[in-house]
C-alpha cells in the first residue's frame, strides 16, 4: 500500500510516515515531518504537536469529555500576537449543556463560536494576553456552572423577576444573569455582586425575598463573574415557582476553586496556524472518507482540505498564488471597500472574498515565509474610507475594472476548482451590484 493512502492519528504514527514519505519522494526529514502531519490532518508538523500533546494517552481513561477553549490576542501597544487556549473537562459534551445559539445568551460565551465538538473560540481578537486568558477562564466558569447545575441561560429577565418587572429585583443586584431549568420551565437569578458592595444591604436583601416571597441562597463556590476580584454568587428564585436551590447550591460546592488568570495552566502559543482540536480533526477527517463515488468531481481534484476557524471543514485550491499576488489582489479589494460600505450587495461579497483569500493565506505559506506583520496588511487595515451613500460614476466604473483584474489574477495563480469558482462568483456578484448602484 502506498504511504499516500496512510492517516495517522498519533504522533509516533506521524514519525513513521515521515520515514516512509522521506524514502518515496527523496526529500529533507524535516519536509518529511511536515507532510505527514499534514496527511494526519494538521497544518504543519509543530501544529501536529501541539495538539496531540494537548490530548495525551491518559484521556480515553479520564472521566467525561474535554472541552478546549480558545481566544486569540493582538497587543494594541507592542503589536505582539498569540493564541491562549485551556481545555476543561465536563460531565457532557458542551453541546449537551447549550447550544451554538444560547452562546450568546451570557456575557462570558457571548463572543465563543463552535468549531468543533470539543472546541469553542472566541470569534474576536482581544487586545492583550492577559484580556484573551481572562475572557477564557471566564468562559470556563460558565460552562462549569453549567454542567453543574444543567441550567442554561436566558434573555428572558421577566420570568426572573417578582411580578415579572426588572424594577422589582433584588437590592444591590450587579453582574446578574437569567438562568432556566429545560425540564422544568422553571427559572432563577444568579446575582454576583462584589461581596463589599452589599456588606450593608442583607437586612433589606431579606426584607426584599421576604416581601416577594423569593429565596436567596449563597453556595459556597465564589461565581462566574470575578470571583478573584471580590465578587460572590447569590442564587435567587421563586420560592414556589422558581428552580429549587438547596440542591444546586450543594452541586456548585462539589466543583473546584473557579479558575482564574492568576492560576492560568493553558496553553500560550502563536496565533498561527490557529488551534485545531482533536474533535475537529476527527470530524474532518470523517467527512473526507466518503466514497469516491460520492465526492464531485468537476475539478474537485485540484483543491484540499483544511479546518477553517469558527467554521470547519472547508476546501481551497491547491497550490499557493505568489504572495505579489495576493498584495495585488489585496489592494484591489481594499480599493472596492474603501467607497462601498453602505452599498452591502458590493460591501458584503468582497469583504467575504478577502475573508477567505486571507485564509488561503495562512495555508500557503508559513510564518517565516510570511511575517505576521506583512500577513495582516495583504487583505486588511485599508485606510481613507468614505462610507459615502453615493458613488460617482467613474469611480464605479473604476472598482468594476478592480474586481475584472481581481479575478483575472486569481486565474492566473489558482487551478479550477470548486473553491474557486465559489470565490470568482461572490465577485461577479459584486460587480452586478455596482452596476446597478445609481
Known sequence: MSSEAIRPSTMDGIKRLAKSLKVERGIQHTQALDAAAQAAGFQNFRHAGNV???????????????????????????????RETLSIWLSVPWGDLITALQLRNHRALADFRAEGPDHLAREHLQSSQSAARRAVCAAARALHFMDATKLRPSKSHSRAFPSGRSSNAVPGRDHY???????????????????????????????????????????????????????????????????PLESLAAALDKLPSPIVEAAWDGESAPMTPFFVSPGAIAKAAAAGD??????????????????????????????????EAHAHVGRLLKSVLKDTYHRKGVYNRVNAVRSELDEWTQREYNQAELPNEQFFDLYYHESGSTFSRALAEADRVRHVRSLAHAKKLLGEHYPDCPPLRSLLKKLDAAVKSLHGWN
Open 177 to 243: 444573569s437569567i438562568w432556566y431549568d429545560r425540564q422544568t420551565k422553571r427559572y432563577l437569578f444568579a446575582d454576583e455582586p462584589y461581596e463589599k458592595a452589599v456588606e450593608g444591604k442583607g437586612q433589606e436583601r431579606g426584607t426584599w425575598a421576604k416581601e416577594h416571597g423569593f429565596v436567596i441562597v449563597k453556595p459556597e463556590w465564589a461565581g462566574m463573574y470575578a470571583p478573584d476580584a471580590g465578587s460572590r454568587l447569590y442564587l435567587i428564585a421563586d420560592e414556589t415557582k422558581g428552580i
Open 290 to 323: 466518503k466514497p469516491k463515488t460520492l465526492r464531485k468531481q468537476n475539478g474537485q481534484r485540484n483543491s484540499v482540505g483544511y479546518v477553517q476557524t469558527f467554521v470547519g471543514p472547508q476546501r481551497r485550491p491547491k497550490g499557493r498564488m505568489p504572495i
Open 52 to 82: 496531540l500533546r494537548a490530548a495525551p494517552k491518559t484521556e480515553r481513561s479520564c472521566p467525561g469529555h474535554r472541552v478546549f477553549l480558545t481566544s486569540y490576542w493582538k497587543d494594541r501597544d507592542g503589536g505582539g500576537t498569540g
